[in-house]
C-alpha cells in the first residue's frame, strides 16, 4: 500500500533553513506528480509546493521565493529546500501524490517545524 514517510523537521529560527524529505512507497513514484502541503494549530492543510513528474513546479504564494520543491525519481524521494523561514511556516508538513491537490487517502505522520527565536 502507499507509505509516505516525512522527516527533517525542527526547530529553526527566523531567517534559517530546513530541507525536508518524503520517501514515498508502494506506487510507481516516478509517473505521479508530488506535493507538499501543511497544517498550522486550528487550520486547514494547505498545499504549498507541487512538482510534476516531469519536474514542473507550482508553489503558494506565502512560500514562493523562499522555498524549492525537487525530486529523486532514483530514491523515490520528494524534497522541501525551505529558506527565509518565518514564525508563519510553523506547522506539521506532509507530502502526498498530486502536483495539484492530494491523491492518496491515507497521509503520513508529517515532520513538525517550528519557527521561533
Known amino acids: 500500500q502507499v507509505r509516505l514517510v516525512e522527516s527533517g523537521g525542527g526547530l529553526v529560527q527566523p531567517g534559517g533553513s530546513l530541507r525536508l524529505s518524503c520517501v514515498a512507497s508502494g506506487f510507481d513514484f516516478s509517473i505521479y506528480g508530488m506535493a507538499w502541503h501543511r497544517q498550522a494549530p486550528g487550520q486547514q492543510r494547505e498545499l504549498i509546493a507541487g512538482?510534476?513528474?516531469?519536474?514542473?513546479?507550482n508553489y503558494a504564494d506565502s512560500v514562493k521565493g523562499r522555498f524549492t520543491i525537487s525530486r529523486d525519481n532514483a530514491k523515490n524521494t520528494v524534497y522541501l529546500q525551505m529558506s527565509s523561514l518565518k514564525s508563519e511556516d510553523t506547522a506539521v508538513y506532509y507530502c502526498?501524490?498530486?502536483?495539484?491537490?492530494?491523491?492518496?487517502?491515507?497521509w503520513g505522520q508529517g515532520t513538525q517545524v517550528t519557527v521561533s527565536s
Open positions: 502526498n501524490g498530486g502536483r495539484w491537490g492530494p491523491t492518496f487517502i491515507s
Open positions: 512538482i510534476s513528474s516531469s519536474g514542473s513546479t
